[in-house]
């Protein structure tokens, strides 16, 4: 997809959203695993291309070696962390 979805919480809970940028020497993969994590990768300041992909939340946590907890997927930005 061209952009990232409209609201972070319509990505199901199950799936995980991924922003490859292409930086034209090499792309690079990043994990959005919150809305303020998706805001940052969304910078229209930024002139770099980018492709916005779905994938299994299982998977990519498994490949990025980070793992997310329920509450904190949902978060939208500027959201404080209460623990």
Known sequence: MQRPPVAFHDIPEDRALICVVDTYMYETASFCFSAAEMALHN??????????????????????????APAERRKGPGAERHE
Do not use: I, N
């Open 43 to 68: 910078d229209s300041s930024d002139f770099r291309r980018r492709t916005w992909l779905v994938m299994d939340r299982a998977t990519a946590e498994e490949l990025s070696k980070y793992r997310t």
